[in-house]
C-alpha cells in the first residue's frame, strides 16, 4: 500500500457528460500528479498540482482540469467526455514539487465511456 | 521530443531464467530514471531508480538497472525470475530539478512467467 487513494475505483459515463476524480495524497506529501493510462499505454502525464497550484501540464485539452485542496488531496475534473477519454486514471503523489523524489501511485480510478 | 522506448512488449520466460528488459529515452538535459512494475490488480510500485552516483542500482526483489549515459539507456535485469514476477513492467524519465515531478513512461513490457 503507498497511501495513495483514489476513488470511485470504476465508473461508467456516456459520452459528453461530466465527472470528478477523486485523489487523496500519502502523509506529508504536497504534491499531485494526474496519468491517463489507456490500454495498451505507458501513463501520460495530465497535469500536477503543488501546494494547490497547477505547475505544470502535459499535452491534454482545456475540458481536462483539476483543482488541489488545503490537505493536498485533489481532484481531476473531465468535461464533454469523449469515447476515447476510456482509460485507467492515475494518482501520484510525492514531496516538493520541483525536486527529485520519487513518485507514489494510487490505485487507479477505471473510466468508461459510452 | 521526450520520450521512452521500451523494445520488448510481451516476454515469457520460465522460472529461474534471466531477465532482461530494454529501456531507451530521448530527453534533452540531465534525468532522473526509473523503473515500476504493475502486479496484476495493483497499483504501480516503484521498483528502483536513479537518481545520480552509480550507474549500477539495485532495487527491491533482486532487480537491478545499469545507466548507460552515452547509450542514453536503462536496462532492467534479474538473474532468476520466479512467477511472481509475472508482472507489466514500466520505465520512466524525468527532468533533474525540472519544474515538475512529470514522468515520461514507456510503453511497458509485460511479463508472463512460467512454473
Known amino acids: 500500500e503507498t497511501g495513495v487513494t483514489q476513488s470511485p475505483t470504476h465508473l461508467i459515463k456516456t459520452r459528453g457528460q461530466q465527472v470528478t476524480l477523486r485523489c487523496s495524497s500519502q502523509s506529508g506529501h504536497n504534491t499531485v500528479s494526474w496519468y491517463q493510462q489507456a490500454l495498451g499505454q505507458g501513463p501520460q502525464f495530465i497535469f500536477q498540482y503543488y501546494r494547490e497550484e497547477e505547475n505544470g501540464r502535459g499535452n491534454f485539452p482545456p475540458r481536462f482540469s483539476g483543482l488541489q485542496f488545503p490537505n493536498y488531496s485533489s481532484e481531476l475534473n473531465v468535461n464533454a467526455l469523449e469515447l476515447d477519454d476510456s482509460a485507467l486514471y492515475l494518482c501520484?503523489?510525492?514531496?516538493?514539487?520541483?525536486?527529485?523524489?520519487?513518485?507514489?501511485f494510487g490505485q487507479g480510478t477505471r473510466l468508461t465511456v459510452v | 521530443a521526450q520520450s521512452v522506448s521500451q523494445h520488448n512488449h510481451h516476454v515469457i520466460l520460465s522460472e529461474a531464467a534471466s531477465l532482461e528488459l530494454g529501456c531507451n529515452y530521448s530527453?534533452?538535459?540531465?534525468?532522473?530514471l526509473f523503473w515500476y512494475v504493475q502486479y496484476p490488480g495493483q497499483h504501480l510500485q516503484l521498483l528502483l531508480k536513479?537518481?545520480?552516483?552509480?550507474?549500477l542500482v539495485k532495487g527491491i526483489k533482486g532487480f537491478e538497472a545499469e545507466f548507460i549515459k552515452s547509450k542514453f539507456s536503462f536496462n532492467l535485469r534479474k538473474p532468476s525470475v520466479q512467477w511472481s514476477d509475472t508482472a507489466e513492467y514500466f520505465c520512466a524519465v524525468n527532468g533533474r530539478g525540472g519544474a515538475t515531478n512529470k514522468l515520461i513512461f514507456g510503453t511497458g513490457t509485460l511479463l508472463a512467467v512460467q512454473p
Open positions: 530527453y534533452g538535459g540531465t534525468v532522473n
Open positions: 501520484a503523489s510525492s514531496f516538493g514539487g520541483q525536486r527529485n523524489t520519487e513518485a507514489f
Open positions: 536513479y537518481f545520480s552516483g552509480d550507474p
